[in-house]
C-alpha cells in the first residue's frame, strides 16, 4: 500500500542561496514593513534654552513650560554644540487605530528626553536604537495628547569631529536636523516573527555546515514560506518549537544582566552626563516594567545622587526599582575611580561615601566592587576593598592586553598584605553585549576556565555613553535562552551569579600583585594640572580633618560648628572623588572635562585652605611667632623654607641659610605647582606628630653650601 508524502523541503537545496534568501526577507519583508502606517506629526512648538554647555541646570520642567515656544516643522536644524531646545509636540491618534499598539517617533541626530505634561521622565530618545516610545500596547480613544521633547546637542559619544561617531575632540559648531516627529502603528505579531527569523538566520550562518546549522537554515527558511502565504501564526509555530529543543545539562551558563556604563565624564561634560543618566535608566524603569524576569545593574552613587538631586520625581520610581531588587546598585564607590593614581585613604572614601549613600538611601551594601572600564590595578586593591566588606571584583578592561593576555577569566586575585578576593572578567570581553548569536558563542568558547568553572556573566545593553538594554536586545535572549547549541541564558542578578561562581571557587587559580593594563600608558604622565592638584588635595583633606578633630577634642569649637564644617569637608570630598574617575584623573577626557576639573578644585582649595586657616586660628588664637604643624603620626625631619607670604617671624641664627638661586623674580606663570621663589631663607627642623611644634633649627648632617 502507498501513500502520498508532501514534500517541505526548502525552495532552494544551495546553502548559500538559501541563507541569502532569508536575510533579504527579514530585512525587506519583515522589518521594513514593522510599522504599518505611520503619520508624521504637524503641530510641533520649539523654545531655545539660552546658553551652552550646562545652562539646563537654570530651568525647572516647570519653569520651561512658562516659555514662549515658536511652531517650527520638520527640516529645520538646531545648535551650536551643547545647547538645548525644548520641543512641545501635539497630536491626536486617529480613532481607527483603536486596538493597535501606537508609537511615537522622533529622531533628530541627537539625544534627547522625552517628557509627558506633568513632569514625568518618560525615556531618553538616542539615534540608532531607541528612537521610539510606546504609547500604548492597546490603544483606548482619548484626548489629544501633548509630549514634551528635551533635546541635547551631542550624540551618544560627545559631538566629535566629523560627525561619525568616532572618538575625537568636539565639533563646537554642531547642528542637528530634526527629521522625523511621527506617530505610527507598530506591528507586534511581525516583529516576533523578524526576531524569531533574525536569530535562526545567525545560528544558521555561524553553524555553517553544522547539523545545528543546517536545521536552524530549514526553520528559517520554511517560516519564509509560510509567511509567503499568509500563515504567520504558522510560521511563529516553527521558530517556537525549534527554541523549545532545550540544552543539555552541561552546558555552559551565562548569567545576563542588563547593564548601561555611563562614563561620568569624558566625550561629555559632567553636566550631560546628568542627563544621560535620567535619559538611560528612565528607559530601563520601563523595561523593567515590561520584562519581569530582567535585571539591571547599576554603579556609582554619584549619579544615584544626581538622579536625586535633578531629578526628584524620577528618583522615586528608581528607589521603587531598587526596593524590588529589579534595579541593582553595586560598585560600592562613589564613582568608577581610576585604580592606581588614588592614595590609600581616597580609594577607602570612595567607598566610604558611596556605600553610606546606598545604605542610607536603599537599606543595601554592596558586595562587589565594579570596576569594568578602568586603566590598571593597584595591588593594594585587594586589602582596601576587603577592609570596607567588599570580597568579590568584576571588571573586564584586562581583555585588551595583546601581549601579556590574562590566563583567567575567573580567579583569586591576592593582594600586598596577602588578602585575596573573587575577581570575574565577562569572558565576552565587553561590557556592552548585543545578544547576537556570534557574541553569544563567543563568550562560551573563550573561557579561559574551561574545567573549572562552568558559568560566566554576561553583560547586555549600550554603554559608555549611555543606553542600556532595548527591546531588541532582551527579545533576543529570550528567544535563545535553553536553545541546542547555544549556551544556557539565566536573567540574572549580580547575586545570582556571583553565588554561581562560589559553588566552583575551590577550582580557581590565583593571582599575586599588580593587574596591568598594557594601553592607555599615557594617562598617568597628561594632564600634569589635575594630577598635581589630586595629590595635593589628599594631604589638604588629612590635614584639616585632624584640624577638626583637635579643635573640638580640645574645646576649642563647639558640636554644632564642628559638625557644620564636617558638611562643608563632605561635600568637597564627593566633589574631589568625582574627579578621581578613571577618564578625569588620567586626563583621556575632552578640554571642556580639564576645565570643569579646575573649577571644582580651585573652589575646593579656596574653601578648604579657608578652613585650614580657619582652624589653625581656633586652635592657636592670635601670635606672631611661626610654629610648625605636622599632620603625620609620626615625627618629620625636613627642610622648611620660607615662601614669599610668610613674611616676618622665620627663624633666625647659625642654622638658617640664605638662598639666592637669581637675582630676579621667576616667572611664575607655570600649571599648578608652587613655583620656587628666587630667594628664600632654609633651615633643617625636626615637627613632632599629629600636632604643632617650636621652630628650632638645626645644623645640617653635613655642611651645605651653595654657589649660585
Not at 146 to 156: G, Q, R, S
Not at 347 to 371: D, H, P, T, V
Not at 656 to 676: K, N, P, T
Request: a negative charge.
Amino acid at each position: 500500500m502507498s501513500s502520498t508524502i508532501k514534500a517541505e523541503a526548502p525552495i532552494f537545496k544551495n546553502r548559500i542561496t538559501t541563507l541569502g534568501r532569508i536575510n533579504k526577507f527579514k530585512n525587506e519583508n519583515l522589518e521594513a514593513k514593522l510599522y504599518t502606517e505611520i503619520r508624521p506629526i504637524k503641530d510641533i512648538e520649539v523654545w531655545s534654552l539660552p546658553g551652552g554647555s550646562g545652562a539646563w541646570q537654570k530651568y525647572t520642567f516647570e519653569s520651561v513650560l512658562d516659555q514662549e515656544f515658536l511652531a517650527t516643522e520638520i527640516g529645520k536644524s538646531f545648535g551650536p554644540t551643547w545647547t538645548t531646545h525644548w520641543f512641545k509636540i501635539t497630536f491626536n491618534i486617529p480613532e481607527e487605530w483603536e486596538g493597535k499598539e501606537v508609537h511615537f517617533q522622533w529622531y533628530s541626530g541627537s539625544e534627547a528626553t522625552l517628557w509627558d505634561p506633568t513632569g514625568r521622565i518618560l525615556q531618553g530618545l538616542t539615534p540608532g536604537f531607541r528612537e521610539e516610545y510606546v504609547i500604548s500596547k492597546k490603544y483606548i480613544i482619548g484626548p489629544p495628547i501633548t509630549y514634551y521633547v528635551e533635546m541635547a546637542c551631542n550624540t551618544l559619544f560627545g559631538a566629535g569631529v566629523g560627525g561619525d561617531g568616532s572618538i575625537a575632540p568636539p565639533d563646537e559648531n554642531r547642528y542637528f536636523t530634526l527629521e522625523r516627529v511621527n506617530i505610527a502603528i507598530f506591528d507586534q505579531s511581525l516583529y516576533k516573527l523578524h526576531t524569531d527569523m533574525e536569530m535562526l538566520w545567525q545560528m544558521a550562518d555561524i553553524f555553517s555546515d553544522t547539523h545545528i546549522g543546517y536545521q536552524a537554515m530549514f526553520a528559517a527558511n520554511e517560516m519564509v514560506n509560510k509567511i509567503i502565504f499568509g500563515k504567520n501564526d504558522d510560521a511563529g509555530k516553527v521558530a517556537d518549537e525549534f527554541f523549545a529543543e532545550g540544552n543539555g545539562a552541561k552546558v555552559h551558563t551565562l548569567y545576563s544582566i542588563g547593564h548601561c556604563h555611563i562614563d561620568s565624564a569624558w566625550l561629555w561634560p559632567y553636566n550631560e552626563t546628568i542627563r544621560k543618566c535620567a535619559r538611560s535608566w528612565a528607559a530601563q524603569i520601563s523595561l523593567l516594567n515590561e520584562y519581569n524576569e530582567i535585571y539591571f545593574a547599576c554603579s556609582q552613587a554619584a549619579q544615584f545622587d544626581w538622579m536625586k538631586i535633578y531629578y526628584p520625581d524620577f528618583y522615586k520610581e528608581l528607589k521603587k526599582a531598587v526596593g524590588e531588587n529589579r534595579f541593582v546598585p553595586v560598585g560600592g564607590a562613589w564613582v568608577e575611580m581610576d585604580g592606581n593614581m588614588p592614595s590609600g585613604e581616597a580609594f577607602i572614601r570612595q567607598f566610604f561615601y558611596g556605600q553610606r549613600f546606598f545604605q542610607q538611601e536603599f537599606g543595601i551594601l554592596c558586595k562587589e566592587f565594579w570596576l569594568p572600564d578602568t586603566f590598571g590595578y593597584s595591588a593594594q586593591i585587594p586589602q582596601i576593598i576587603k577592609h570596607v566588606g567588599i570580597h568579590r571584583l568584576m571588571t573586564q578592561k584586562l581583555s585588551w592586553n595583546q601581549v601579556n593576555k590574562m590566563p583567567n577569566h575567573s580567579f583569586h586575585w591576592e593582594g600586598i598584605d596577602g588578602s585575596s578576593v573573587l575577581v570575574h572578567f565577562p569572558p565576552a570581553d565587553t561590557y556592552n553585549g548585543d545578544s547576537n548569536i556570534r557574541q553569544l558563542l563567543f563568550t562560551q568558547n573563550n573561557s579561559q576556565d574551561k574545567g573549572r568553572a562552568n558559568a560566566g556573566m554576561y553583560l547586555y545593553g549600550h554603554g559608555d555613553g549611555g543606553g542600556g538594554p532595548t527591546r531588541t536586545i532582551i527579545e533576543r535572549l529570550l528567544r535563545v535562552k535553553d536553545v541546542d547549541g547555544i549556551p544556557k541564558i539565566v536573567m540574572s542578578s549580580p547575586e545570582q551569579f556571583w553565588e554561581r561562581l562560589e559553588l566552583e571557587e575551590r577550582k580557581l587559580y590565583k593571582w599575586v600583585g599588580e593587574l596591568f593594563l598594557e594601553f592607555h600608558n599615557g594617562t598617568y604622565t597628561s594632564q600634569a594640572k589635575i594630577k598635581w592638584y589630586n595629590r595635593k588635595c589628599e594631604f589638604l583633606f588629612r590635614e584639616v580633618e585632624l584640624l577638626l578633630a583637635i579643635a573640638y577634642t580640645t574645646g576649642k569649637v563647639s558640636k554644632d560648628t564642628v559638625q557644620a564644617d564636617i558638611a562643608i569637608v563632605d561635600k568637597y570630598w564627593k566633589d574631589f572623588m568625582l574627579n578621581q574617575f578613571h577618564d578625569v584623573l588620567p586626563g583621556s577626557c575632552i578640554e571642556l572635562v580639564v576645565i570643569d576639573a579646575w573649577k571644582l578644585y580651585e573652589e575646593l582649595f579656596t574653601n578648604v585652605m579657608s578652613l585650614r586657616r580657619n582652624y589653625h586660628s581656633h586652635i592657636l588664637g592670635s601670635g606672631t611667632v611661626l610654629i610648625g604643624f605636622n599632620p603625620l603620626p609620626w615625627q618629620v625631619q625636613s627642610v622648611l623654607f620660607n615662601k614669599p607670604d610668610i613674611g616676618t617671624g622665620f627663624p633666625s641664627g647659625p642654622n638658617v641659610q640664605d638662598v639666592i638661586l637669581d637675582a630676579e623674580s621667576f616667572d611664575d606663570s607655570i600649571e599648578g605647582r608652587y613655583l620656587i621663589p628666587s630667594s628664600f631663607k632654609a633651615a633643617v627642623v625636626k615637627l613632632d606628630p599629629s600636632g604643632y611644634s617650636s621652630l628650632t633649627p638645626l645644623p645640617p648632617a653635613s655642611p651645605v653650601s651653595y654657589t649660585g
